[in-house]
Nanobody, 128 residues
Framework: VQLQASGGGLVQPGGSLRLSCTAS????????IGWFRQTPGKEREGVAS????????????YYPDSMKGRFTISRDKAKNTVYLDLNSLRPEDTGVYYC??????????????????WGQGTLVTVSS
């Protein structure tokens, strides 16, 4: 199983980006996927996650309170891709964003230690 995050770049404060998490060797609707970020001077933190799909093909989403309304996680089963839409970006959102898979837990939420497969990150820089 390999995950790859992409879509990062330089954006002005207040701007938006869409990050993508693609995979080989796993159907992303069958596992829980989380997005995490590593910002300078801080521990890696969860910014969004989506549980394994339920019968309708959707999953339960989780966000920290500080990111609700700004970040949105979604999944496209046909493209085997999980997206993270970043809106109203702030300079403090700058960091390396990673997607990760939880092979065991259906609802791991934002607990970093419950994710066991990590992709390479993509750098998001919010600056004017």
């Amino acid at each position: 199983v390999q995950l790859q995050a992409s879509g990062g770049g330089l954006v002005q404060p207040g701007g938006s980006l869409r990050l993508s998490c693609t995979a080989s060797g796993v159907a992303l609707h069958s596992v829980a996927i989380g997005w995490f970020r590593q910002t300078p001077g801080k521990e890696r933190e969860g910014v969004a996650s989506i549980s394994t799909s339920d019968g309708t093909g959707d999953g339960t989403t989780y966000y920290p309170d500080s990111m609700k309304g700004r970040f949105t996680i979604s999944r496209d089963k046909a493209k085997n891709t999980v997206y993270l839409d970043l809106n109203s970006l702030r300079p403090e959102d700058t960091g390396v964003y990673y997607c990760a898979q939880s092979s065991t837990w259906r609802h791991p939420g934002l607990a970093t230690n419950l994710y066991d497969v990590w992709g390479q990150g993509t750098l998001v820089t919010v600056s004017s």
